[in-house]
């Protein structure tokens, strides 16, 4: 009988233990999950800053939550998205930004990447929107060595510039009888002389002649610049730029000098002066045919000049509808680069030569709306590129050693202005499209690969 009490002691002994351990087992991946959750659980907090209010802007952010969101998951990305307008500068809203300590800072343009730099050297920065980040964020050249593409700083991104060998082919396929080009240029448009300077290298190397024109640009009337500094601007129509091109390569002194524990670049040396440049090439005009009418117009105003000249004592400078008719005479092609501030001038330029039958290579749309021909850069795929530099910095990498990046000139589009081609008797193969046509059916992001969850893109 007691042997008997004590086996049923120990069976109920084993049952009580087997409970336990099933329930401790089946609470483990309850935990588990917990724990998980609680991991899964962050959000990064970023601000972003756009320069002005427009679609190519809005259109960068979108490409670039996009790629937060497919690398990331959507409930780990908070973004905050602020804009300049007359009641909050640049500086304003920058101030605001770091004051309330975010993961990140994104910035679309120059005014915003500038203000956030120069308010933190700590919050990472990722950039779009910028032409040249060396001659934006004043990166010298040490010893001639050319520039590896990082900043060294807080800061990284992708460049808006298009391709510039491409605008090269471009305006050498839409011009029948290439003979000269005319580089126009503003002395203030640093990120215009830029892009200039690298399409004159591409066209030097094709052995095409050149010559720059000196175009002064439209008052900014959203600026409270002063009657003094309008006068200096519209002084320079005809006469050396007074103006500091930090972004040109030619008239800028990047030599660092060090004096003590100080180095100086020569950014506001008297060498940093910017003037209108001749390529080796140019022999002079372009050569056209002359006829009869021609010849008597020419006498005409041979005679014309003649007494002009013995009446006038005051000169006047040029208007730009002088200045644009003098290009043409001189050049069978123009090229106006991506982001100009001749774009509000573009109405007046763009009769202009297309009366007189010069081709107008476009470095953006908006100046190709008054232009023969231009490439299309999807603003989405820059924004998506530069979601993927912060997707580094997010992982770890350091952000000063992320170097620059540029969109993929595989996907730009060539397009031509249908009006303009009539008007030439010019037509286009099907690798154009029609900008009109092409702008008002086209989907922004839709050409862009974007990354899936299971890791395939």
């Not at 990120?191 to 690298?198: K, L, R, T």
């Amino acid at each position: 009988m007691k042997k008997r009490l004590l086996s049923l002691i120990l069976i109920a002994a084993m049952g009580f233990s087997m409970i336990a351990c099933g329930k401790k087992t089946a609470e483990q991946p309850a935990n588990e999950v917990n724990e998980e959750s609680d991991n899964d659980s962050y959000s990064y907090n970023i601000t972003a800053l756009l320069s002005e209010d427009n679609t190519y802007n809005q259109v960068l952010l979108q490409g670039f939550s996009d790629c937060l969101e497919d690398y990331l998951g959507k409930e780990h990305i908070t973004i905050t998205s602020s804009t300049v307008n007359e009641e909050n500068t640049s500086d304003i809203l920058a101030a605001r930004a770091i004051s309330k300590s975010p993961d990140m800072i994104f910035t679309a343009g120059k005014s915003t990447l500038l203000s956030a730099k120069n308010g933190t050297d700590i919050i990472p920065i990722v950039a779009t929107g910028i032409v040249d980040f060396k001659g934006t964020l004043r990166i010298a050249s040490l010893n001639g060595k050319s520039w590896d593409k990082t900043t060294g700083t807080n800061v990284t991104g992708v460049s808006s510039k298009p391709s510039i060998v491409d605008q090269v082919s471009l305006m050498i396929e839409a011009t029948d009888d290439l003979q000269t080009v005319g580089i126009l240029f503003s002395p203030e448009d640093t990120d215009a002389i830029y892009q200039n300077e690298i399409f004159e290298a591409y066209l030097n190397q094709a052995g095409i002649p050149w010559k720059e024109y000196l175009i002064p640009s439209p008052a900014d009337t959203n600026t409270a610049a002063t009657a003094e500094a309008e006068k200096a601007k519209n002084s320079t129509a005809l006469t050396p730029s007074k103006y500091v091109a930090f972004s040109a390569k030619q008239g800028m002194d990047n030599d660092v000098v060090t004096f003590g524990d100080k180095t100086i670049s020569g950014l506001n040396s008297t060498s940093s002066t910017r003037v209108a440049l001749v390529s080796d090439f140019w022999t002079g005009a372009k050569v056209v045919p002359a006829t009869e009418a021609d010849n008597d117009s020419s006498e005409d105003a041979d005679d014309t000049t003649k007494k002009t000249t013995s009446t006038d004592e005051e000169e006047t400078e040029p208007t730009l509808e002088e200045l644009i008719s003098d290009v043409c005479t001189e050049c069978s092609a123009i090229y106006i680069p991506y982001g100009s501030l001749l774009s509000s001038e573009m109405d007046t330029i763009g009769a202009i030569t297309t009366e007189a039958g010069v081709t107008v290579v476009a470095g953006d749309t908006e100046v190709g709306q008054n232009s023969l021909v231009t490439l299309f850069q999807d603003p989405y795929t820059l924004g998506y590129a530069a979601g993927k530099k912060a997707v580094k910095v997010f992982n770890g990498d350091e952000i000063g050693s992320i170097k620059i990046g540029s969109g993929d000139s595989d996907n730009a589009v060539k397009l031509y202005n249908g009006n303009i081609a009539e008007k030439f008797g010019k037509e286009f193969p099907k690798s154009f499209k029609e900008i009109n046509d092409f702008l008002e059916t086209y989907e922004y992001g839709s050409t862009t690969t974007r990354y899936q969850a299971s890791g395939e893109e």
